[in-house]
Antibody
Framework: EVQLVQSGAKVREPEESLRISCRTSGYSFTKYWISWVRQMPGKGLEWMGNIDPTNSYTNYCPSFQGHITISVDKSTATAYLQWGSLRASDTAMYYC???????????????WGQGTMVTVSS | DIVTTQSPDSLAVSLGERATINCKASQSVLYRSNNKNYVAWYQQKPRQPPKLLIYWASIRDSGVPDRFSGSGSGTDFTLTISSLQAEDVAVYYCQQYYTTPWTFGQGTKVEIK
């Protein structure tokens, strides 16, 4: 069974750093890009960026570039989303999602993690 | 960036009736070399992650009931639920993946009338 299992909820103060994880299983990790999607409380979905696990090539949405870093560890088939300095406005649910098979050329997100709630508050 | 705009923001439909959601992209998302429209549709129920329903604008993902269908080309797309069931109450999102940054519509909330 294909699964993306995310780390648990996090509470941090402004300006703190944070890394959340997305552990994958049940498929060949390097055959599919991984995307990260933000959902602020009561709001819609925002694509943050994606990564090719084969070579760690990344694309970032301009709205998030410079504020986040997406990475992978091929040895554990895990993707990561990290912040160097959190803001209160980063409070949101964050989802990792598997992108369609690379050879298909698609960007649809076919398997999603359960989400990680990040709360940033002093 | 390609802006994707859904309409309506919400709709209430009687059980067994048709629900139609529209999605308009600010530029064409049809890639002429392969004749594919780079659009997907998702369903999100409360306190759950989104679920992929449709990709390439009209192909149902595995296990998705056939009452869900996608249509359209170029800039205008539609998700249709042919006969609304109680379990279809959710927020529905379209997404374009023609070019990064991928963008989602603002969502359409579907309720029972």
């Amino acid at each position: 069974e294909v699964q993306l299992v995310q780390s648990g909820a996090k509470v941090r103060e402004p300006e703190e750093s944070l890394r959340i994880s997305c552990r994958t299983s049940g498929y060949s990790f390097t055959k599919y890009w991984i995307s990260w999607v933000r959902q602020m409380p009561g709001k819609g979905l925002e694509w943050m960026g994606n990564i090719d696990p084969t070579n760690s090539y990344t694309n970032y949405c301009p709205s998030f570039q410079g504020h986040i870093t997406i990475s992978v560890d091929k040895s554990t088939a895990t993707a990561y989303l990290q912040w160097g300095s959190l803001r209160a406005s980063d409070t949101a649910m964050y989802y990792c999602a598997r992108q369609a098979l690379k050879e298909s050329g698609g960007g649809d997100l076919d398997i999603w993690g359960q989400g990680t709630m990040v709360t940033v508050s002093s | 960036d390609i802006v994707t705009t859904q309409s309506p923001d919400s709709l209430a439909v009687s059980l067994g009736e048709r629900a139609t959601i529209n999605c308009k992209a600010s530029q064409s998302v049809l890639y002429r070399s392969n004749n594919k429209n780079y659009v997907a549709w998702y369903q999100q129920k409360p306190r759950q992650p989104p679920k992929l329903l449709i990709y390439w604008a009209s192909i149902r993902d595995s296990g998705v009931p056939d009452r869900f269908s996608g249509s359209g080309s170029g800039t205008d797309f539609t998700l249709t639920i042919s006969s609304l069931q109680a379990e279809d109450v959710a927020v529905y999102y379209c997404q374009q993946y023609y070019t990064t940054p991928w963008t989602f519509g603002q969502g359409t909330k579907v309720e029972i009338k």
